[in-house]
């Protein structure tokens, strides 16, 4: 089974900058999108990116587009946020997941990493 880790979540300022990672590991890693979803305290979890494993596009959310950058490293299995200009809104546990196959559901899921960004 293919299994996420995310790392690179910790406590900044406002205005800061943070690079999330999430790595693959299992049998042969090659899922169709992946993606960087969030979920605040009392809040539901929210799209924040996704990047194509194969080819360029990327989708953002709104909230985040012009800060946050998705990319990959499809020899290391590994999926990145760099996440600029933090605001105390962005802070949430964020999380990565993967869907395997045209229009199937994003399955799997890490367990997530904490972002806190103070004012």
């Known amino acids: 089974q293919v299994q996420l880790v995310e790392s690179g979540g910790g406590l900044v300022q406002a205005g800061d900058s943070l690079r999330l990672s999430c790595t693959a590991s299992?049998?042969?890693?090659?899922?169709?999108?992946m993606g960087w979803f969030r979920q605040a305290p009392g809040k539901e979890r929210e799209f924040v990116a996704a990047?194509?494993?194969?080819?360029?596009?990327?989708f953002y959310a709104d909230s985040v587009r012009g800060r946050f950058t998705i990319s990959r490293d499809n020899a290391k299995n590994t999926l990145y946020l760099q996440m600029n200009s933090l605001k105390p809104e962005d802070t949430a546990v964020y999380y990565c997941a993967a869907q395997m196959r045209v229009g199937s559901q994003y399955d799997p899921w890490g367990r997530g990493t904490q972002v806190t960004v103070s004012a």
């Open positions: 299992g049998r042969t890693f090659g899922p169709y999108v």
């Open positions: 990047i194509l494993w194969a080819g360029d596009s990327t």
